[in-house]
């Protein structure tokens, strides 16, 4: 049985420590190659458009263009962008709830454990989950821009976007929000993709993001 490639990682941060750390604890597993590494947000973005990773696990404060900026320029300007992950050490972040509104996957504190940043990386790379979601919704909480009044797109979504939009801010994969809507895969897929549409953006997290800005996401 052919085994699949592994998911391939650039390193973006500008403490040498922190990438050599990184480096150590994804390298030990089979599934994962790091294949390059950045110390600033503009060397990121460079590193990037020639390597063509899976993942970016991008350290949202960097000198010369920061995390958020560099994460925007690498969604902005490539066809097929990786995804990335901010890593931080404060979980409740300014930077970081920007990274995600321009287009992160998720994001990751420094602190973690190796076990939890190997299936972030796994996660973010093979799946249709959303990233640690009640840490995005502690974020959202605390920093989600209130609009005086909804946007457009809230009226146009019909029933079962709606109910598709909170199973996604609830984490569930494609297959479980079709085994608790009880449709098949392929419906849910096609509501996804109608959610995305409807709010212009780029993946789930941009999506619940919008969701809670928008207010249709209930952040208590």
Same mark, same amino acid.
């Given at each position: 049985?052919?085994?699949?490639?592994?998911?391939?990682?650039?390193?973006?941060?500008?403490?040498?420590?922190?990438?050599?750390?990184?480096?150590?604890? #994804?390298?030990?597993?089979?599934?994962?190659?790091?294949?390059?590494?950045?110390?600033?947000?503009?060397? @990121? /973005?460079? !590193? %990037?458009?020639?390597? =063509?990773?899976?993942?970016?696990?991008?350290?949202? =404060?960097?000198?010369?263009?920061?995390? +958020?900026?560099?994460?925007?320029?690498?969604?902005?300007?490539?066809?097929?962008?990786?995804?990335?992950?901010?890593?931080?050490?404060?979980?409740?972040?300014?930077?970081?709830?920007?990274?995600?509104? !321009?287009?992160?996957?998720?994001? #990751?504190? &420094?602190?973690?454990?190796?076990?939890?940043?190997?299936?972030?990386?796994?996660?973010?790379? $093979?799946?249709?989950?959303?990233?640690?979601? @009640?840490? %995005?919704?502690?974020?959202?909480?605390?920093?989600?821009?209130?609009?005086?009044?909804?946007? @457009?797109? !809230?009226?146009?979504?019909?029933? =079962?976007?709606?109910?598709?939009?909170?199973?996604?801010?609830?984490?569930?994969? *494609?297959?479980?929000?079709? $085994?608790?809507?009880? !449709?098949?895969?392929?419906? /849910? &897929?096609?509501?996804?993709?109608? %959610?995305? @549409?409807?709010?212009?953006?780029?993946?789930?997290?941009?999506?619940? +993001?919008?969701?809670?800005?928008?207010?249709?996401? *209930?952040?208590?």
């Amino acid at each position: 049985m052919t085994r699949p490639a592994p998911i391939r990682v650039v390193l973006a941060d500008d403490e040498r420590m922190v990438r050599t750390a990184l480096r150590a604890i #994804l390298s030990a597993e089979p599934d994962l190659e790091v294949v390059g590494e950045a110390a600033t947000g503009a060397e @990121a /973005v460079s !590193v %990037v458009r020639e390597l =063509r990773p899976d993942v970016v696990l991008m350290d949202v =404060r960097m000198p010369e263009t920061d995390g +958020i900026r560099a994460t925007e320029q690498i969604l902005g300007t490539l066809d097929e962008p990786p995804r990335i992950v901010v890593v931080t050490t404060f979980e409740n972040d300014s930077y970081v709830y920007d990274a995600l509104r !321009v287009g992160a996957a998720g994001f #990751l504190l &420094k602190r973690s454990d190796a076990d939890a940043l190997v299936q972030a990386v796994r996660l973010v790379a $093979r799946s249709d989950s959303l990233l640690f979601p @009640a840490a %995005v919704r502690t974020l959202a909480t605390a920093h989600a821009r209130a609009r005086p009044a909804p946007p @457009a797109w !809230v009226a146009k979504l019909t029933g =079962r976007e709606r109910e598709v939009l909170r199973h996604m801010a609830d984490g569930l994969t *494609n297959a479980e929000i079709a $085994r608790r809507m009880e !449709v098949g895969p392929a419906t /849910v &897929k096609s509501h996804v993709a109608a %959610v995305l @549409a409807k709010t212009g953006t780029r993946d789930r997290t941009q999506a619940v +993001i919008a969701a809670y800005e928008a207010g249709f996401l *209930n952040s208590g």
